[in-house]
């Protein structure tokens, strides 16, 4: 049975770093074609795409984020991490896991955490 | 603004039909990436629905089926029953240089 969770804090003050973890069971990230990314979904918006790490520790960012965007993985622990540096208001959403099983589309979703930005 | 483009709403009385569409552009569906769709329902993570244009992952009712043409794809949902009201996105790769995998802006649909 796959299963992902996100964990972290719920409340960061501007400008600080965000660090999220993804626990995940079921699967190995050192299976080949297998992958993790980090998605967020602002209050009452849409889901926007922001980083992924392959089996093989490709690393990918959404452009815009890049420089503020930072994604490892330990596989002996079978979890992602992902870091946000100099949050802002704006960043206030739930954050997501998600596996992509081959190079292909999300499978599994983690329940999603809810991270508020305010000082 | 989402990079893939779908109705803000639509809706549909019980036992009807509704599509959804998802239009993009020559670096995402429209070079042959494939599309896949995502029901959300109120407060909890998205659940795959579709997956490669039309593939329906087990335990998916046959009520719902997707299919791709050039740089659009839709999402049909036929006997629309009353735990179908959710939102709904699609998801495809993109080869542009913005975002690696890029979203629909969601579809809220409503079940009269």
């Known amino acids: 049975q796959v299963t992902l969770r996100e964990s972290g804090p719920a409340l960061v003050k501007p400008t600080q770093t965000l660090t999220l973890t993804c626990s995940f069971s079921g699967f190995s990230l050192t299976t080949f074609g297998m992958s993790v990314s980090w998605i967020r979904q602002p209050p009452g918006k849409a889901l926007e795409w922001l980083a992924l790490?392959?089996?093989?520790?490709?690393?990918y960012y959404r452009t815009s984020l890049k420089a503020r965007l930072t994604i490892s993985k330990d596989t002996s622990k079978n979890q992602v991490v992902l870091t946000m540096t100099n949050m802002e208001p704006a960043d206030t959403a739930t954050y997501y896991c998600?596996?992509?099983?081959?190079?292909?589309?999300?499978?599994?979703w983690g329940q999603g955490t809810l991270v508020t930005v305010s000082s | 603004q989402a990079v893939l483009t779908q109705p803000p709403s639509v809706a549909g009385a019980p036992g009807q039909s509704v599509t959804i569409s998802c239009t993009g552009s020559?670096?995402?569906?429209?070079?042959?990436?494939?599309v896949h769709w995502y029901q959300q329902l109120p407060g909890t993570a998205p659940k795959l629905l579709i997956f490669a244009n039309s593939n329906r992952p087990s335990g998916v009712p046959d009520r719902f089926s997707g299919s791709k043409s050039g740089a659009s794809a839709s999402l049909a949902i036929a006997g629309l029953q009353a735990e179908d009201e959710a939102d709904y996105y699609c998801l495809s790769y993109d080869g542009g240089w913005g975002a690696l995998w890029v979203f629909g802006g969601g579809t809220k649909l409503t079940v009269l």
């Open positions: 790490i392959s089996w093989d520790d490709d690393k």
């Open positions: 998600a596996r992509h099983p081959t190079r292909s589309h999300v499978d599994y």
């Open positions: 020559s670096s995402n569906i429209g070079a042959g990436y494939d």
